[in-house]
C-alpha cells in the first residue's frame, strides 16, 4: 500500500465492547472512535490498554459489542486484510516467530502473498538501508531485548500496516533507540496508537486517552489528558502517604 493512500478515518471503532476473562470484567461498554493519526493511551496497570489493542487487532473479540477497522470486524481481519493493522507487543517474546532478523521481517510481507524469497530479499535490502546489514542473519536468541523490540519495530515499518498498535514501545530501548523511535513514528504516514506510561513519549500526539478500570476517565488533547492523569496520581500518592503516615 502506498503510504498516500492511507485513509485515516474510520480507522478503529469500538462500540459497546463488553470484554470479560473468566470472571473479570475488562470493559463493560467501551465505546471509543479513533481516528487521529497519532493517539496516546495512558492508565494505570490493569487499566485496559493491552486488552484494547488485543480487540483491535484480532485477538481477542468482544463478548458482546462491536470492534471495527475500516468498517472490517477486528477479530476477523487477519483472515481478509491480513496487514491492515500491525502490534508491536510489550514483550517482544510475545510477538517473534522466526529464528534469524530476516525471516522475522520477511513475515509480515509473506503474509500479504509476496514469496518467502523475495521477501527476505527485501528485508534484507531493508536492514541495509537503516545500517542494519549485519543483522539480517543473526539469530534472535542472540540479541538483547532491546535489540528484539528494535527488531519487532523494523518488521512493522517494513511491512507497512495502514494502523499500527505499539504497546509500550519504548521500554526497553536505550535513550539512542528511543529517539530513532520518536523519528520513525514522527515520519510514517499511517495511524498510530501507542500506549505508554511515559508520558514525555506522547509530546505531539493528536488526541490522548486515559483509560481507568475499563472506562474513558478523560480523553482529549494530550497535554491536558496527560496533566489530569499525573494530577489524578499525584493526589492519590498524598492520599496513600496520609493514611500511611
Ligand atoms: N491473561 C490474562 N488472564 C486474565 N486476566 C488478564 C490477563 N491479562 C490481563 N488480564 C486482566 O485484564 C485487565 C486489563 O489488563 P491489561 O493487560 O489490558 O492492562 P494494561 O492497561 O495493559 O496494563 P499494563 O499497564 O500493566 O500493561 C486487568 O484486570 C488484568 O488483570
Redesign the pocket.
Known sequence: MRPDSYKVSDLLSISNAVLK??T???FDGLTLQLNERRIGLI????????????MACGLEAPQSGSVTVQGLVAFRINAQRPNLVGMMF?NPDDQIVFPTVQEELALGLTATGIPRRDAIAQARTFLATRGLAAWAERAISSLSQGQRQHVCWLAILLSQPALILL??PFASLDLPGQALLHEDIAQAPQQIIV?T?VLEHLRGCDRVVW?D??RVRADGAADTVCEQYRADVATRIRKRTATTG
Open positions: 476473562r473468566g473479570t470484567p475488562v492508565g494505570d496497570n490493569g487499566a485496559g490498554k493491552s486488552s484494547l489493542f488485543r510489550q504497546d509500550e500506549s506510561h483509560l478500570h475499563g
